[in-house]
């Protein structure tokens, strides 16, 4: 009645059925977990941001830390930083060894996911601020931290597959006290 090609299709077809069946169920009884990955503080879901920090924490929930040999592109930027600055640091802020950068992004900075890669980063590293495309086709970001975490989260957006930061510009700013969370300005 039915050819050999036929049956092997069928059967495919009925596996493929019995799969998806299976990870249905699975996703149904495991919602309210999936739901804690995926939604961000504010309740929205955040697939990719809730995957990158699923995937940063250990088998106990805490946060992975990075490895001593990681440490070159945080003492890049730190590098930068003490060269345009000098020695001291004059913007440090000494109580809460924080610092605040206006930085604009030059090079395939627009259309890549820049500013949302910079907002998980900026969330996950603990720095605060915002980010924003700008008409000229560069981004414009505003971040206070620690100087390390901003060497991370500069890591972090180069290693992004389609983003290429050709050229940064950095100015100095005045840390804002009691500035909560990082935003994506704009659209």
């Known amino acids: 009645m039915f050819t050999e090609a036929t049956r092997s299709l069928i059967g495919y077809a009925i596996l493929l059925v019995m799969a998806g069946a299976a990870v249905a169920a699975l996703l149904y009884k495991n919602r309210s977990r999936i739901r804690e990955i995926f939604t961000d503080e504010n309740g929205k879901w955040d697939l990719m941001?809730?995957?990158?920090?699923?995937?940063?924490?250990?088998?106990?929930?805490?946060?992975?830390?990075?490895?001593?040999?990681?440490?070159?592109?945080?003492?890049?930027?730190m590098t930068m930083l003490m060269r345009q600055r000098g020695a001291r640091m004059r913007d440090l802020d000494p109580e809460s060894g924080k610092v605040r950068e206006h930085i604009?992004?030059?090079?395939?900075?627009?259309?890549?996911?820049?500013?949302?890669?910079?907002?998980?980063?900026?969330?996950?590293?603990?720095?605060?601020g915002w980010v924003a495309n700008l008409p000229?086709?560069?981004?414009?970001?505003?971040?206070?931290?620690?100087p390390a975490a901003m060497g991370r989260m500069m890591k972090h957006l180069r290693s992004g597959h389609w983003i290429r930061i050709d050229d940064m510009d950095l100015e100095s700013l005045q840390v804002v006290p009691g500035e909560k969370g990082f935003n994506v300005k704009g659209y």
């Open 49 to 77: 941001g809730g995957l990158e920090r699923y995937l940063s924490k250990d088998s106990k929930g805490s946060a992975l830390e990075e490895a001593p040999e990681d440490a070159s592109p945080d003492e890049d930027f």
């Open 104 to 128: 604009i992004f030059r090079g395939r900075v627009q259309g890549v996911g820049f500013r949302y890669q910079a907002m998980y980063a900026a969330r996950d590293f603990g720095l605060t």
């Open 136 to 146: 000229d086709g560069t981004v414009e970001m505003e971040v206070q931290g620690a």
